[in-house]
């Protein structure tokens, strides 16, 4: 199968302003369906593409459905640049609402998954507790990018750059981000400037930079050893619902610090309700209404 015609489409992906992990996705998800539909033999030719090989994907394609939902418009988004067509309205299909598994922990469970953390795990914790980092964002983290007591955040966004930000670094990262250097120091390091880094598989006494797949297997053994369920996100929402409730943190400060453009998408994916607030609220209810009784 000739690439020449996904090279293209990405090429003008990257003069519209994608950043170049975006690219690197579109690339890897629009050839791995290509091959399916020509290992089945199907046509890959954008021109030839039907409804027809669409309902095949759909059907045979493993993954959750929002998944599958997502990888099939990258499919038609490289169809409709090199065709005009719309190859999933022509196909409408018709998905369930998502249904996204919202993993949560609270103060203390975090404090038992610090407990149990190497240094590098530790770094990432407090990053993602304290300062509501994403993944991609803890492991962009360059050592520059920390000066005068902020740090400079490279965010989800459009630009080779993403949404760039600076962040106040509170106290409790800096004094983790001291005794990480430290820790570090105890290896030779790999001279790439980032701050998380971890020994080299074949050379444990070299530090390379950390990569997505290993933060997630690094919560995943830490979810195995301590029995509580984290990821990335769940830090995130713990850094949020924390700051709303126990903090008292407004709403425009806390979409501003999370990162959000709009409200609704930090309380609607990152604030957990809490049945003690909501037994109080109805109880407080009910001594107003008594007490403006007739």
Known sequence: MDYTLVEEWL????????????????????????????????????????RDDIMFLNNTYGGKEHVIKMDLAMLSRYVKYHTGRNIIKETNILYNSPQYERIWIDAEQFWRLYTEADPSARMMLVLGAFMGLRRSEIIDIRDNDLK?????????????????VSMHIPKIVEEEIVRYRQWKKGFESSGDGHLLQIPNQKNKGRLTRISRMTVSKRFLDLSKSTGIHVTCHSLRRLFATTLYFDIGCDELTLKTLMRHEQVATTFQCYILPREQKTVESMDRLSSYMESVKI
């Not at 399916?36 to 039907?50: A, F, Q, S, V």
């Not at 005068?148 to 750059?161: A, F, L, S, Y």
């Open 148 to 164: 005068d007591g902020c740090m400079t955040v490279r965010g989800k966004g459009h630009g080779k750059n993403g949404k760039v």
């Open 11 to 50: 090429i003008e992906l990257e003069q519209t302003g994608r950043k170049s992990s975006t690219i690197q996705r579109y690339r890897w998800t629009v050839c791995k369906m290509l091959r399916t539909l020509e290992e089945n033999g199907r046509p890959t030719d954008p021109d030839k593409i039907t």
